[in-house]
């Protein structure tokens, strides 16, 4: 009893300062914005980026941005200041081009003025949190009236589940409204849907320009594309192959109509679906892994950019206007470069547990080693162990418990030890 | 003679148990009024679209209510058998110490226990008058941990309470709050879904850790 | 097993404060035994001690032959402890702390507890916490007799209590201590009444000294002297005079030694010794005199 006693209180100990120790020295020695962003620059023709300078800057090359280094540069090693920087990228900074009276720009033999950029840019992102599966969902759906009679979107009284059927449930009673959801649910049955549905992708909110309604994945994984048009069902089976395995959908209103959204599978091959008869054109991405990376495509009237990346290395790939890969690059983020305090700690804990990771909307309890470095930890903690057993002369099979206790928990395990201290406690 | 034992601290915790009782039905009705309150300042599916879609806790300030409860608990319970030393009485009944304390925990944590799932309860059930199935489960899961968290801070409660020395009885401090602030890290409604069980088991390891502190108490040096 | 207590080298201090240095008792089976000292004198630690709730720096103690830090359950069951101060569960009511012990102990005869308390004249259902501590102990010595032990530890049980309290309980505890072969252990600053039923004390001083002996002895042979204000050196106390205290009358000597060696030691100290007189003396002036009174 008393060893149960004692290591429950040493275990819940341990894990106590897995998770704080490193989350005081987040708080202590982190730093902010460790990534890297970068973009294809249609005026240089090459990859340029911003990050943030870790260890000795070379001299005179880098910015105080709000009091963190950050230092600007391409792929050829150029460095840049930030107005050079943005003037690089004219569609990203078009509003600070305009204010610097760099509009318009002559860029490719076209002209672009201010409203031109404005309009013909678009960014999407997808992280891996906002995959389905990777953050607690809402469970029910709104679908949004796409023609309005008035101007601006309007929230619908009803929000729906995918089951066995699509079910509304207004809002003002909370009950089924049997009629609409009748009404539904046949319509996507005439069109071959088959219940459960797997999937629902809308953008819930009627800040947008205007509504695209919501596209469905059915329990074959057939996609269809369903829209509330002056109340009735519009609904509408897309081309769209169930055999490729839908994983996510993104979809975005944006005005330029040149596509729906994001369409991941489960092979982790990522497409944009087409205005043009929900074609899917697949974004040439090599080593994409939704699960771990920030994905993101920048299109502007010229150039569409693929950037992704994970907490290392940053991939980008340039496209033409019709999707056809330019140009790639690889580069190894600066911020992913341990800083001497991350060093240090991490030959003093043998490892951290985490209960946030930025790649879920989910709490976690991730368990982080530290390799080779976790073993010195370990080792050092073991023989600040021994030393003060051999010294105290102590012995004994809970010493010997103790001694397991560290070898698995490092200084965790050495400091939980002051708190049950093991001559005190024997009857 | 467990079931004496058991008895006798039901006897001594009723008229609390009771109060803290009070204490989270009050809380509830007020859940309830705030959550009514929604529904009269807006339409309904502008409720739906802020609780639904942007997260909105009009449950929020339930948050701390079990780590009150199980504070409060622990404490008119282990408070007065450390007045005067009076714990020796149970522990010198010719009960085995492990069993005594356990005994004491076991009626504390089944006091608090059931509190908390008067308040799960109530949260779904009110919740429920409202909302979809889905947002009910969602609400249970946001507010599960925040139970976990009540249950936590009885144990640690009773670990700071029982300890006989200051020291350790600071560092016991230390380490409750911190096993408490386990489950009150917030995020995303919902968002402790998949790691409750492994905080349960989490929980029910830290729950023998009593007894150290309480072995301490009965055979300690001073 | 012939000794019920058994107390074996016992060191213990608070920090540099030295409470016992080598203190060896015994209290055999069938014995009444009063632990005697002044407050402060570590009483109440050296229950704490024999009953395993407080570790002693050094030396064991056993009861009915148990390590005190490792009282069984059994042996547990046939010791009955009462706490300084009667502590008791306050919330809980006269029946319902007498159901609850009931349940403990397999000898428990609740007409002794009821025999007790009944002249409380309280209804059953009155809570402890309502009551006076005389009221309290009559609970508190109701329950250890009805537990029925072989070894009552009672510490310090003439706090708080008038004088008829006491007497009743001593009448109930004469009563129960007929029955034969109970073993005592009784602490108190007070000695009244003790006298009827104790066969041995020991008396703890400050410091760590301790005296054991038996009360016949102790009563018979321990003396007090007068000695008439005189003007001559006043006398200091010896290996012969256990105390000395200065009274309004002359001067108060203490001692196992009868008239005429006092004198001759008076005389050995450079004193005087003329009107050295005995005065016969209670129990109580006894042990105030054996102790000292401050």
């Known amino acids: ?427 | 003679m467990l079931k004496a034992l058991l008895l006798k601290e039901f006897v001594k915790l009723r008229a609390f148990w009771i109060v803290a009782l009070v204490f989270n039905m009050c809380m509830l009705g007020y859940v309830y009024i705030t959550m009514n309150g929604l529904f009269r300042l807006d339409h309904a599916e502008v409720v739906w679209y802020r609780v639904i879609h942007l997260g909105q806790l009009y449950y929020s300030s339930l948050t701390y209510v079990p780590a009150v409860t199980g504070l409060f608990i622990a404490a008119v319970q282990f408070f007065p058998e450390m007045r005067n030393q009076r714990f020796r009485i149970s522990l010198h009944l010719p009960i085995a110490p492990h069993l005594i304390v356990m005994g004491h925990v076991f009626v504390g944590f089944l006091a608090v226990a059931v509190i908390l799932i008067i308040d799960l309860a109530g949260l779904g059930l009110m919740t429920h008058t409202r909302f979809p199935g889905e947002v009910v489960a969602r609400a249970l899961t946001t507010a599960a941990p925040w139970m976990l968290a009540g249950l936590s801070t009885y144990l640690g409660a009773t670990l700071v309470l029982l300890e006989p020395t200051w020291k350790i009885r600071m560092l016991n401090f230390a380490v409750a709050a911190g096993m408490t602030g386990l489950f009150l890290r917030g995020g995303v409604p919902g968002a402790y879904g998949p790691i409750l069980p492994i905080l349960c088991a989490a929980l029910l390891i830290y729950t023998p850790s009593v007894l150290l502190p309480a072995y301490r108490f009965r055979y300690r040096r001073v | 097993m012939k000794y019920a207590i058994e107390v074996n080298n016992l060191h213990h201090c608070y920090g540099k404060r030295v409470i016992y240095q080598d203190l060896n008792f015994k209290v055999p089976r069938g014995k009444v035994f009063g632990l005697l000292g002044k407050n402060g004198v570590g009483k109440t630690t050296l229950i704490k001690i024999l009953m395993g709730f407080l570790r002693p720096t050094g030396g064991e103690c056993r009861i009915l032959g148990d390590n005190s830090h490792a009282l069984s359950p059994a042996t547990r069951c046939k010791v009955g402890l009462l706490f300084e101060g009667h502590l008791a569960y306050e919330f809980m009511s006269i029946e319902g702390v007498e159901r609850f012990f009931a349940t403990f102990y397999p000898k428990w005869k609740r007409e002794l507890y009821y025999g007790l308390t009944d002249r409380l004249g309280l209804p059953k259902s009155h809570k402890i916490a309502n009551m006076s501590e005389g009221q309290r102990s009559q609970v508190v010595l109701g329950l250890i007799m009805a537990q029925q032990p072989e070894v009552m530890i009672l510490d310090d049980y003439t706090m708080g209590l008038d004088a008829g309290y006491r007497r009743l309980f001593l009448d109930y505890l004469a009563d129960y201590l007929n029955q034969g072969d109970i073993t005592v252990l009784v602490t108190s600053h007070i000695v009244q009444d003790l006298e009827k039923f104790v066969h041995e004390v020991i008396f703890l001083e400050r410091g760590g000294q301790a005296s054991q002996m038996e009360l016949q002895d102790f009563l018979q042979g321990f003396r007090q002297y007068l000695l008439p204000k005189n003007g001559s050196k006043p006398p200091q106390k010896s290996d012969l005079l256990k105390n000395v205290e200065e009274t309004s009358q002359g001067t108060m000597l203490y001692s196992f030694a009868d008239m005429g060696k006092v004198s001759e030691h008076l005389t050995e100290q450079g004193g005087d010794n003329r009107g050295l007189c005995e005065i016969p003396m209670s129990f109580e002036d006894a042990f105030i005199g054996f102790t000292g009174r401050y």
């Open chain 1, 1 to 427: 009893m008393l060893l149960l006693a004692r290591y429950a209180l040493m275990l819940t100990a341990v894990l106590v300062l897995a998770v704080y120790v490193p989350m005081l020295f987040d708080a202590s020695f982190g730093e902010r914005d460790k990534k890297t962003h970068m973009f294809y620059s249609p005026v240089l023709k090459k990859f340029i980026w911003r990050e943030l300078v870790v260890g000795t800057p070379p001299e005179g090359e880098i910015e105080d941005v709000h009091h963190a280094q950050y230092v600007q540069m391409d792929q050829d090693g150029n460095r840049y200041t930030r107005r050079d920087f943005e003037t690089m990228l004219p569609f990203i900074y078009y509003k600070n081009m305009d204010v610097w009276g760099l509009l318009p720009l002559e860029l490719e033999g076209q002209v672009f003025d201010k409203e031109v950029m404005r309009d013909e840019r678009q960014v999407m992102e997808l992280k891996p949190r906002q995959i389905a599966g990777r953050s607690p969902g809402d469970g029910v759906h709104p679908l949004i009236e796409s023609v309005p009679d008035r101007a601006g979107l309007v929230f619908p009284e009803e929000r729906f589940r995918l089951d066995q059927a699509m079910s509304f449930i207004n809002a003002d009673f909370n009950v089924l409204d049997r009629e609409k959801s009748i009404a539904y649910t046949q319509a996507l049955s005439e069109e071959g849907f088959v219940f459960p549905g797997r999937l629902v992708a809308g953008k819930p909110t009627i800040l947008k320009p205007f509504d695209e309604g919501v596209f469905l994945v059915d329990h074959a994984g057939a996609v269809f594309h369903v829209k509330q048009v002056e109340g009735e069902p519009w609904v509408v089976r897309t081309p769209i192959d169930p055999a490729i395995g839908v994983r996510h959908i993104k979809i975005s209103e944006n005005s330029r109509r040149d596509f729906y959204g994001l369409l991941l599978t489960n092979d982790d091959k990522i497409f944009v679906i087409s205005y043009d008869n929900y074609e899917l054109i697949p974004l040439p991405v090599d080593n994409y892994d939704p699960d771990r990376m920030d994905f993101k495509l920048i299109v502007n009237p010229l150039y569409r950019t693929a950037v992704y990346s994970d907490d290392t290395v940053i991939r980008a790939v340039a496209m033409d206007s019709e999707y056809t890969p330019i140009d790639s690059y690889e580069h190894v983020m600066a911020g992913a470069t341990p800083t001497l305090a991350e060093q240090v700690f991490s030959y003093i804990v043998p490892f951290r547990v985490d209960m946030s990771d930025p790649n879920t909307g989910y709490a976690v309890l991730r368990v982080t080693t530290f390799g080779v470095n976790s073993l010195i930890a370990i080792g050092m903690a073991l023989a600040a162990f021994v030393a003060v057993a051999l010294r105290t002369r102590a012995k004994g099979r809970m010493l010997a418990l103790d001694g397991v206790l560290v070898a698995f928990s490092g200084i965790y395990g050495l400091l939980a030890m002051i708190l049950a201290p093991r001559e005190n406690v024997c009857p």
